[in-house]
């Protein structure tokens, strides 16, 4: 399967613990992006990734969160110190960067639950 | 401020009925609205882009158009398979070469056999 990975799937954690989260894009993208999606709303942008390089992050992206990308290729989204009001869906999405549409590709997320 | 608002949110179709979905907009300069569909706990899968007013793009029973302010994505003679939300979302150009998206909160539509 050559579609964008995440893992895992599904996290349950008590609220004050650290979760990260993993991402492995389309092989050929240079662009990552973290979405966050909660029940009945569409995704918001969380931050962007052009190779390994955070170029953009969105002020929903508290101090508690840190996402990385080493050498390009596969993403971390680390959360410190969860919140109830953490509990959502995060969307990793890649796309090429090169020629247009430049359509962004979603992996199937991770479910984050915080007790 | 840019915003995307679908309608209606919920919707309720008998198999083979067919109907329209809304996406309006309000983007300075759009580059690039997107149409995706989302099963439920699972990422969105990608179905059309558009560029320009006056776009039309189709796949199988959808058919998607643009104008200046909005876009409409039709589902011709619905499927019980083609229920699930459908997301509009326009791409926005920030520094960096950002392209990140904003989306609408969606249309969920159920398609009664």
């Known amino acids: 399967d050559t579609g964008v990975s995440q893992n895992p799937r599904h996290k349950i954690t008590k609220r004050g613990q650290n979760v990260t989260f993993r991402c492995d894009p389309i092989s050929e993208h240079n662009r990552l992006y973290w979405y966050r999606q909660t029940l009945g709303q569409g995704p918001e942008f969380l931050t962007y990734f052009q190779n390994e390089a955070q170029l953009e992050k969105s002020r929903l992206l508290s101090d508690r969160f840190s996402a990385e990308r080493p050498k390009g290729s596969f993403s971390t989204l680390e959360i410190q110190r969860t919140e109830q009001g953490d509990s959502a869906m995060y969307l990793c999405a890649s796309s090429s960067g090169l020629a247009e549409p430049n359509e962004q590709f979603f992996g199937p997320g991770t479910r984050l639950t915080v007790l | 401020e840019d915003q995307v608002t679908q309608s209606p949110e919920a919707l309720r179709l008998q198999e083979g009925e067919s109907s329209s979905l809304n996406c309006s907009y309000t983007?300075?300069?759009?580059?690039?609205l997107f149409w995706y569909r989302q099963d439920p706990g699972k990422g969105p899968e990608f179905l059309f882009t558009l560029y320009s007013a006056g776009e039309e793009k189709e796949k199988e029973r959808l058919k998607a158009t643009l104008t200046k302010k909005e876009s409409f994505l039709h589902i011709t003679a619905p499927k019980p398979e083609d229920s699930a939300t459908y997301l509009c979302a326009v791409r926005l150009l920030t520094s960096y070469g950002n392209n990140r998206l904003a989306f609408g909160k969606g249309n969920q539509v159920v398609v009664i056999p």
């Open positions: 983007v300075s300069g759009l580059r690039g």
